[in-house]
């Protein structure tokens, strides 16, 4: 009976690693912000804010966009989206036109100068995600993208 007790009172055993370590949202985020921020200090070197950077990058290769898709794109809220396209408008580096459809909805697309802006770091960032994906080898690189995208759009759905 007291073998029992002290028994029950023992603390319960540690679970192999920490919860934090085997946690999917923590290690996405965490494999995102390492990721992200090497390549952001290139960004940033260039003279441009990162969020000004998703803009261009998501333009690139878009005729043109909404505010909205461009916020969700760009990973953006919409209110500081919208001062950050006026900004990047007066500077030359996008264009906001009003939609042929609904003539409230702003279309942004991006200028002959914000194109030459962002196509060097179009290339950087290539490189950079090809550096990245080297230590997994193409086959296991190219699975997790397709992974990412899966679980991108399964829970983009809900």
């Known amino acids: 009976m ?3 007790s002290a028994q029950a009172t023992l603390p319960s055993p540690l679970p192999a690693e920490p919860f934090v370590d085997g946690y999917l949202a923590y290690l996405l985020a965490r494999a995102s912000h390492l990721i992200s921020g090497e390549f952001h200090r290139e960004v940033e070197a260039s003279g441009l804010s990162v969020p000004a950077w ?9 005729p043109d966009c ?3 898709t461009l916020a ?3 990973l953006t809220k919409q209110p500081t989206l919208t001062k950050l396209v006026d900004r990047m408008a007066a500077e030359g580096l996008v264009r906001r036109r009003a939609g042929k459809a ?3 909805q702003a279309l942004i697309s991006i200028t002959p100068r914000g194109r030459a802006l962002a196509q060097p770091l179009l290339q950087r960032a290539a490189d950079h995600e090809r550096a990245v ?3 997994f080898g193409p086959q296991q690189g190219a699975l997790l993208k397709e992974t990412l995208r899966q679980l991108i759009a399964l829970h983009t759905a809900r």
């Open 54 to 62: 998703r803009v261009l990058a998501t333009l690139a290769d878009r």
């Open 102 to 104: 609904d003539r409230r």
């Open 72 to 74: 969700e794109i760009t």
């Open 133 to 135: 994906l080297d230590d």
């Open 66 to 68: 909404t505010i909205g």
């Open 2 to 4: 007291a073998e029992q």
